[in-house]
């Protein structure tokens, strides 16, 4: 079983100075010194809760930012920008949801009598839903589809963790959509899943989703579609969802629409948002103990090139240029590292950031017309002949992508048991497992289940075919559910 976490280490405002600790033994050490060591945060800013995004850090996340940016421009949904501060009369337009979410706001005091407080947005419903109120009125105005990415601020009493639980949630993007009928949001919905797919490939993540149990849902929502991952030690972190808000939110901010027949009508609406959970998901599985491993697709560095030489300074440099320009125009991201530092430095700088190849080019390799390749993922060294080097290189970073997203694959198929009994479950997620169970979906089952420290219900394998008896009651139908230790 993994060690507890270390949360002393966790908190701490010292930069640590290796990395020295394995991942499987002890992930949140691990997590907390990557993230640092790999110049992905600063998390030394004084604000509990919130960090700097250092350049590289910022690069991968703009990468991902690019992947989704392509997507929901694709499927048509469009980009736009809404305010972070809300007017309180917005917020309290929906009182289930400011209910909510009130212990967690930010709070923007007025300057003095008769000045409106207002709010930082903790999620974006109450700063468009008046808005969308004010821009749909016919049927012909709809569907409504737009998103945006922004952070939120809630102000969380848990102990908070860089990237995983922020008070300044950055880089969260919402795709906000209203449409005339129930079927439309439901397929829209589909389309959001279709979408995190994708973008779980980039990660090379198979994606976990599930359906939440119905009290857990968005407050007044119909249901939700929610992606996990996995974590090292065991724990599921949620990354991402999707919402079916019904006609619940229409109803409080009255997006009302005139259809065909001129009657008013209530719109249908959903949500769907995610962030640097992503990021989150890609460092935790990817990496080992030497670094970080970034996939190909989302690494703002693919390619290394690392120049080695005690003679022959102007060749080796000019030759390293020249392969960094046919990389270039192959639309691969290359950087030479040309510094001083000794190639032992360099090799462990670059592995720690993650870089997925690394070409090391010195007299032998330029006298003899190849270059040494080494995958982040294996480490080994290998001789690569010069002649249509992009096309090869461009063949490894795939090969890299696609080992890393087998290995991800095989480290689910190892740590999710399927288990038959409450104590066999009990046993294994405190052996550090996932389990699937079966379960009726009853609330009272859930709290016997949940009542195993830290232990939740996370959710229903959705359109899963298989049928047994809940391992609480006994009742037949019952469906394949995730529970572990989550976040
Ligand atoms: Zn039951």
Known sequence: MPKDELEDE?????????????????????????????DLIEKRYNVAGMFVWKPYGFRIMANIKKIWDKLFAESGIQETYFPLIVPL??????KAWFDGFEDEVFWVKGRGEGDPTHILRPTGEPAMYPIFAMWIRSYKDLPLRIYETVSSFRYETKHTRPLIRDREITFWYEIHTVHATKEESEEELKEHMRINDKIWEALAIPPIKVEK?????????????EYYNIMPNGRMLENGSCNNLGQAYAKKFEITYIDENNQKQYAWQTCTGNGARYLVAAIALHGDDKGLILPPRIAPIQVVIIPIFKEKLEEVLSTCQKIAEALKAADISVEIDATEKTPGEKFYIWEIKGVPLRLEIGPKEVAENFV???RRDQGK?????????SL???????????????????????????????????????????TLIYWCRS??????????????????????????????CGKPSGEKTYVAKTY
């Open 392 to 434: 090869k290189v461009a063949v490894l970073l795939e090969q890299v992508q696609t080992n890393l997203y087998l290995k991800a694959q095989k480290f689910y198929e190892n740590i999710v048991v399927e288990t038959n009994s409450f104590t066999e479950m009990k046993a294994k997620i405190n052996e550090g497992k996932v």
């Open 89 to 94: 009369e917005y917020a309290q337009m929906n």
């Open 381 to 389: 060294r290998q001789k690569v002949e010069m002649k249509d080097l």
């Open 213 to 225: 149990p119905q009290w857990e849902v968005f407050p007044g929502a119909i249901g939700a579609i």
């Open 443 to 472: 609330e009272e089952c859930a709290d016997e289940i949940e009542r195993i420290e830290g232990v939740e219900i996370v959710g229903v394998i959705p359109t899963n075919e298989a049928r047994g008896e809940c391992i609480i």
């Open 10 to 38: 966790e908190l701490s405002m010292e930069l640590p100075k290796e990395l020295g600790v394995s991942k499987t033994e002890n992930f949140a050490v691990w997590y907390n010194r990557i993230i640092q060591l790999a």
């Open 372 to 374: 040494t390749a080494v």
